[in-house]
């Protein structure tokens, strides 16, 4: 198991309480129970089989002695210290009847009756005896004097049975409440750590993945506490404590079933080195299908316009396949190495001491009830060993789960700051920023530029030239390999994330909304953001009459990703939400390109305002949209070719000009087939 059950058995002792105390309940449970062949070996051998004592003649009555012919006799182990008794007697079964013999046995052998003869063979001896017949009546006066002791002991067994079933469930509960106590603990450790994760990190990541790792492979977890421990513990301790009761029992019969701890060790070992590598497999596979099906449902329209429908399934049949064919294997390993070997074991055992018993190896050193006892023992023994193999499949689906949870806990995170910033006056500098996603594949080149509180910069070039990767280092999604952003002063990377995210506020082309309200959206459920707050930012943004006009106004229901409002709904609700929290730094990634133009006019109108006392960073790629920004930046891979505001740049007649030439050259087309211009 290695570092990984280490770091589970860590989590596990975060509730070592509760779990000792359920092996305290286990023990107790395996105690009690284990204590019924026990009772069951004295009720054959001394009560049922008994019979065949010596029986001496007594002269009188007590509650042991047994009225035969007018005479009375006791059982030579029922007799009182210093009792007087006169002649021994015995009951011999021979079949299944029983004779009584008025004298004693020189030797017991073989038993043949014919008639009233009784012939005992033994090692080449010869006896004969006269015998007499004893009917239905006369043998239960002899079993008679044992019926309240038979009884006291069912009572026993049967009572040790509940007390062991009370412990049973006492301890499972416990078992399966730290289980689930433990898996709480970690789905939340999990939860909490994707948050501090880079953005970085979801680049390589599909979301269905990580969503299997999150749910998957933490229930995959939870049975390893709740089924894969408790039957480890369960099955050790009950074997070890079989072991000892065998070695109570019959130091011998200890002696013949010990070789099945080295037999279950070699079980495991093989099991665990084929069930290893298909269960990676698995695991893989179920990541890969989470993956493939969330990615599906959220490109749906795409799928369906483009009718990929055939091609997509195709994909997802293959992965399916694989699944299934592993699937297999591991029923197939499941089959082999379960029940039918244990069972097979099982046999050869019995097979073995029956042999034994009944060759007289073991014939004149034990009994009946102890013969019993162990079979009893060893078909309790085997339901232990079949428990644990049963889960091997658990525990490796476990541990192969409990790698990639670890693995994702154990990717570097960045620790969440708890606290307030001061708000900043939000003067921003870039000194010789360059940066690559890819090592060695810069994206930017050197840029440098200097944004003061209150101005508005606007970034524009073709699509990859690098605008939204500014923004994304402004804001540490990504940290800068070469160079340094300063706001007010200080280096950001010397700033913690989260209290450098608090004056800043963004929107993004394609808003992301959360299940919940309207209201819910603006305020991101924080109570600093009062009803008072969130209905300024709408009005800010010239929104606030469209949703109070709504059936549920500000409290109107919004889906998953709000897909029942329309895409400017949508992109005003970001702009609010934004606005909101009062950033010193807002930012607008291609915020108005998915609006149509009347919504884009409010919005614009809002904007005027709204910039004022706040540095204001614009993508767009319509460029009437940025007229009246203080600075604008034009990039072309990577590199700031041009800077200026609207007019110095258009005097340049450069890469500024060519572009805005060119979109007001296709607005113009457009304005003349009946279209509205969107400038």
């Known amino acids: 198991m290695g570092k990984t059950g280490k770091r589970l058995f860590q989590y596990a002792a975060l509730y070592k309480k509760t779990i000792i105390f359920a092996l305290v309940l286990l023990t107790a449970s395996i105690c009690t129970e284990l204590a019924g062949p026990f009772i069951a070996k004295q009720i054959i051998d001394k009560s049922i089989l008994g019979i065949e004592e010596p029986w001496y003649e007594v002269q009188e009555k007590s509650s042991y002695s047994v009225s035969y012919q007018g005479k009375l006799f006791i059982r030579a182990d029922r007799l009182d210290e210093g009792q007087t008794h006169g002649r021994e007697v015995r009951v011999l079964q021979v079949g299944r009847d029983y004779y009584f013999l008025d004298e004693a046995l020189a030797f017991d052998g073989n038993r043949e009756v014919s008639g009233n003869q009784l012939v005992i063979t033994s090692d080449g001896q010869r006896a ?9 009546g006369e043998l239960f006066a002899f079993y008679k004097p044992e019926v309240s002791s038979i009884v006291m002991l069912a009572a026993i067994y049967f009572g ?26 970690m789905r939340n450790d999990v939860f909490s750590h994707i948050h501090t994760l880079p953005v970085r990190y979801f680049d390589n990541l599909p979301a269905g993945k990580v969503v299997s790792r999150v749910t998957n492979d933490t229930e995959a977890i939870r049975e390893f506490y709740v089924a894969v421990l408790a039957n480890f513990f369960s099955g050790i301790l009950y074997i070890a404590a079989i072991f000892g009761a065998l070695y109570l029992l019959d130091p011998v019969l200890a002696l013949i079933a010990l070789p099945l701890v080295p037999l279950l060790y070699i079980w495991i ?128 689906t476990a541990l192969v789960s409990a790698d990639r949870v670890f693995e994702l806990m154990d990717e570097p995170g960045t620790d969440v700051v708890n606290g307030q910033m001061s708000r900043y006056n939000g003067n921003v500098k870039f000194e010789h920023v360059s940066f690559a996603y890819k090592e060695g ?109 709504l059936p549920g106004g500000l409290d109107e229901p919004v889906v998953e990703k709000g897909s029942t409002l329309s895409a400017g709904q949508r992109q005003l609700i970001s702009f609010a939400r934004a606005l909101a929290f009062n950033p010193s730094i807002l930012i607008l990634d291609e915020a108005t390109a998915s609006i149509d133009t009347e919504t884009e006019s409010i919005i614009q109108d809002a904007l005027d305002v709204l910039k004022q006392g706040r540095t204001t960073f614009v993508i767009a790629h319509r460029l009437s949209t940025i007229r009246s920004a203080d600075q604008i930046l034009v ?45």
Not at 128 to 136: I, M, N, Q
Not at 363 to 379: K, R, S
Request: aromatic letters at 10%.
């Open 635 to 679: 990039l072309d891979h990577g590199v700031i070719v041009e800077r200026g505001n609207h007019e110095e740049l258009m005097k340049l007649q450069g890469k500024y000009y060519q572009m805005y030439q060119l979109q007001k050259g296709e607005s113009l087309e457009m304005s003349s087939a009946g279209a509205l211009p969107v400038f």
């Open 441 to 549: 594949e810069y994206v930017l080149n050197d840029i440098n530029f200097e944004a003061k509180h209150g101005e508005t910069v606007a970034l524009v070039g073709h699509t990859g030239s690098g605008k939204s990767s500014i923004l994304n280092l402004l804001f540490r999604f990504y940290d800068v390999e070469e160079g340094k952003i300063i706001v007010d002063g200080k280096d950001v990377r010397d700033v913690p994330v989260q209290l450098l995210r608090q004056h800043m506020g963004i929107v993004l082309q394609d808003p992301f909304l959360f299940t919940g309200s309207i209201a819910s959206n603006i305020s991101l459920n924080d109570p600093s953001i009062t009803r008072d707050k969130i209905e300024k930012a709408l009005k800010d943004v010239g929104a606030y009459e469209m949703f109070s006009n």
């Open 128 to 136: 004969e005896y006269t015998v007499e017949k004893l009917s239905r």
């Open 269 to 396: 070992v093989i099991y665990r080195k084929y069930a290893s590598k298909y269960n990676k497999i698995i695991r893989a596979r179920v990541s890969d299908i989470n993956g493939m099906i969330n990615e599906s449902i959220q490109g749906m329209p795409i799928i369906q316009a483009f009718r990929r429908q055939k091609e997509t399934m195709s994909e997802f049949e293959e992965i399916n396949e694989e699944h299934f064919k592993y699937q297999n294997k591991m029923q197939s390993l499941n089959a082999y190495t379960t029940h039918n070997l244990a069972n097979v074991l099982r046999s050869a055992i019995f097979i073995l001491v029956i042999w034994l018993f009944f060759g007289d190896t073991l014939g004149d050193l034990i009994t009946v009830g102890v013969l019993y006892a162990f079979v009893d023992y060893i078909n309790r023994m085997f339901q232990p060993i079949v428990g644990i193999v049963n889960q091997l499949s658990n525990l490796e």
């Open 160 to 185: 040790l049975l509940i007390i062991s079933a009370l412990f049973a469930y006492g301890q499972r509960y416990m078992l399966q409440l730290s289980a689930n106590s433990v898996i709480r603990k």
